[in-house]
């Protein structure tokens, strides 16, 4: 039963343009989300989360949109660099210790 | 400072046999989690840990698998009677503390298993 669900496996965008990486959940009780990005043979490594509470959070190049009447998030990377180019995975918690996964997006930046 | 690490890096074994994986998070963290991820899916929760004890171990697919922490440090894996749909890449991560609101989860590099 994925809660969670990315459902672009794969993305490839000019560098300098913007990556828009989108994440859907089914789960009403999630009320905080984070974006992880995955370089090959390494751990996810933590990027940006957003709380239930705000509808934006923005760090530096990276800015995360929560809809949630439409139990949809995003990650949008402005302007996307070559060291952008890896696996990014969307997780939500219901305010507790388990993290629920998409499959995870597949982002080349290409020069 | 050491994050997360994770031995061995690659196993490969033969359905049957017992494997164990290994995990050292990073040294104060009391929170320890155990994920797998199947070709082309998302991380699957597996278990988790709040120091020595886990609260929560229904994520763990079988009563083949079993885990334990020790001295609020290492933790093992442990998966018995290894099955072909067993393989997978097993992830473990640790927080301070075990509200994602408060901290997000450091991840060790991950055991990639496969049973032949």
């Known amino acids: 039963d994925q809660q969670v669900k990315q459902n672009s496996p794969s993305l490839s965008v000019q560098e300098g343009r913007i990556s828009i990486l989108n994440c859907d959940y089914t789960n009403s009780m999630f009320d905080y989300f984070l974006w992880y990005k995955k370089y090959p043979a390494e751990g996810p490594t933590f990027l940006i989360s957003i709380s239930s509470i705000k509808d934006k959070n923005e760090d530096g190049r990276f800015t995360v949109f929560l809809n949630k009447s439409a139990k949809h998030l995003s990650l949008h990377i402005v302007p996307s660099q070559p060291g952008d180019s890896a696996v990014y995975f969307c997780a939500a918690s219901a305010n507790d210790y388990k993290l629920s996964f998409g499959a995870g997006t597949t982002v080349t930046v290409r020069a | 400072g050491a994050g997360v690490s994770q031995s061995p890096s690659n196993k490969v074994t033969e359905k049957g046999k017992d494997v164990e994986l290994r995990c050292d998070p990073i040294s104060g963290h009391t929170a320890l989690y155990w994920y797998r991820q199947r070709l082309g899916q998302g991380l699957e929760f597996l278990i988790y840990?709040?120091?020595?004890?886990?609260?929560?171990k229904s994520g763990l697919p079988s009563d083949r698998f079993s885990a334990e922490r020790t001295g609020e440090s290492v933790s093992t894996l442990t998966i018995q009677r290894t099955q072909q749909e067993d393989s997978a890449v097993y992830l473990c991560?640790?927080?301070?503390?075990?509200?994602?609101?408060?901290?997000?989860?450091?991840f060790g590099p991950g055991t990639r298993l496969t049973v032949t």
């Open positions: 840990f709040q120091g020595n004890s886990a609260p929560d």
């Open positions: 991560a640790s927080s301070p503390s075990p509200l994602p609101g408060a901290y997000e989860q450091y």
